[in-house]
């Protein structure tokens, strides 16, 4: 690789940006107008030459040619969308190839450029797309924290926590459970410490979201 014109700044110092392109020249182009700008370029001649070198990382995107031999740049989006959830695509496509950036974006790729690509054009894509890498992973990982906080709760909490949910005051929650109201209470103060939610909204979007990854709060009771 050679040396950047000037260091890259912020979550570009740590991010990667993969380019997939069968035009060497092109390749090599792209390249070079990147290093100006962000640190990590890996680039390869094929969709197979990626996949085997391919290992996820923590900010990246894919710059990938619509249109090579062997696996095209559709088919491989189509294998990336299995491999990782962020890695933003953006598709090359040829000059007014409409119909394959359409299908492109149908299939889940972030954006799509037509060559020939101007090098702004291309350096202000390529900030886009690994923003929302960052941001993509930032929601995975606080998705998967919360998942974990109510995993973690007890089996009463999780009693507790269904029937809050479920829009049950706190004197019935007691009643139903032949327990104080009091002690509901401070079942209800530990569960909001342990989520870290601030509100009820803020806690029953948490449940929502730990649902989408099959976490059931019916599951977490024992009994």
């Not at 950047?4 to 107008?33: K, W």
Request: aromatic share 4%; with cysteine.
């Amino acid at each position: 690789m050679q040396r950047n014109a000037r260091p890259p700044s912020g979550q570009n110092a740590h991010a990667t940006v993969f380019i997939v392109e069968d035009d060497q020249d092109l390749r090599g182009g792209m390249r070079l107008v990147l290093e100006r700008d962000f640190s990590a370029i890996a680039d390869f001649p094929s969709a197979e030459a990626f996949l085997d070198a391919y290992r996820p990382t923590e900010i990246a995107c894919l710059l990938l040619d619509a249109f090579m031999p062997g696996m095209d740049g559709l088919a491989l989006l189509e294998h990336v969308q299995r491999l990782s959830h962020d890695l933003p695509v953006v598709i090359i496509t040829g000059h007014g190839c409409v119909p394959s950036a359409v299908e492109a974006m149908r299939q889940g790729a972030f954006d799509f450029v037509e060559k020939p690509i101007g090098n702004n054009e291309l350096i202000t894509t390529v900030g886009r797309a690994l923003a929302e890498s960052g941001r993509m992973r930032a929601a995975r990982l606080q998705h998967g924290s919360v998942v974990s906080d109510l995993a973690s709760l007890t089996n009463r909490q999780a009693q507790i926590l269904s029937r809050i949910l479920a829009g049950v005051a706190n004197r019935m929650i007691a009643a139903e459970l032949g327990i104080s109201q009091r002690t509901v209470e401070n079942h209800r103060a530990a569960i909001m410490e342990k989520t870290g939610a601030r509100s009820l909204p803020e806690l029953t979007r948490m449940a929502v979201a730990a649902r989408w990854s099959g976490l059931e709060i019916a599951a977490l009771m024992k009994g």
